[in-house]
């Protein structure tokens, strides 16, 4: 036969009191919902700790970004203190374009896509003009036809007793245009060439400066000058350099360019590579 069950046994436990000392932790409270303008403040103030003791431009456009939100929030004379003033153009000029966004942007498609053409535009031109006037290229031509058409001369090398009639080609960057009263973009320039001896250092020859004035219905973003010279037959056999001087009188800003030039005396040495 199967042995019998074993009897169940039923243990009784009863609850005890927790100890006077125990401690529970007390559930953590909701978390607050921050408004729009809170987090807007908490955010800024992150920000200008990043521009304390920042050598660097982009903290203080990621600042000026906050102008999308909400104007007051725009850059203070305190905050830019730090920066060159050429930095703290630039810093404005981001700013401007961030509270002009904050403020026009969401009204249609098409609005909002000619805004951000439009302000892409005047921020790329006024960073553009914040930079240093450049000379980009610089050529000796034999005919100039437009922007980047041109027919270099095969040597810059020249025979001694001649006079050698060239066009001096060359283009800018970072020029300064101004809106007249009659709406065009105009520039202007003044140009000079020097040659020098490579020996010594002395000026041998030099063209007038020239004034050039351009004046556009539309900004130029493509933009040379041309000069054709005549170097002189009395020029002795040795190297020179030829300087090319602009002045851009808007901006106040000048550059140079040199380009070398030898005089011989054997035709051979007159051939191009």
């Known amino acids: 036969p199967a042995p019998a069950p074993a009897p169940i046994t039923r243990v009784s436990v009863e609850p005890r009191p927790a100890p006077q000392h125990a401690v529970y932790p007390k559930p953590a409270p909701p978390a607050k919902t921050m408004t729009r303008q809170e987090l807007a403040e908490k955010l800024t103030g992150k920000l200008n700790a990043d521009l304390s003791g920042s050598a660097a431009i982009r903290p203080y456009i990621q600042r000026a970004a906050m102008s999308v939100i ?63 006037l450049t000379i980009r290229t610089a050529r000796l031509c034999k005919s100039v036809k437009g922007f980047g058409v041109y027919e270099p001369l095969p040597s810059r090398s020249f025979m001694v007793g001649r006079t050698h009639p060239m066009i001096v080609y060359a283009e800018l960057d970072h020029f300064t245009s101004r809106v007249d009263a009659n709406g065009d973009h105009v520039v202007k ?13 002395l000026a041998v020859w030099r063209q007038a400066p020239v004034k050039i004035v351009d004046a556009s219905r539309n900004r130029r973003r493509d933009f040379f000058v041309v000069q ?14 030829l300087k090319l ?5 808007q901006g106040q800003q000048v550059d140079e360019a040199s380009i070398p030039i030898e005089i011989v005396a054997d035709p051979k040495l007159t051939i191009g590579p």
């Open 70 to 132: 909400d104007p007051r929030f725009e850059l203070t004379e305190a905050d830019l203190s730090g920066l060159t003033p050429g930095e703290r153009k630039l810093a404005l000029d981001y700013q401007r374009m961030f509270t002009r966004l904050g403020r026009e942007l969401g009204r249609t498609g098409t609005e909002d896509r000619e805004l951000l053409i439009d302000t892409a535009v005047a921020l790329a031109e006024q960073i553009e003009q914040a930079q240093s």
């Open 228 to 241: 054709i010279i005549r170097l002189s037959d009395r020029l002795t056999v040795g190297k020179y350099m």
């Open 189 to 201: 320039l003044t140009q000079e060439l020097v040659l020098y001896n490579a020996s010594d250092g």
């Open 245 to 249: 001087s602009v002045t851009d009188e």
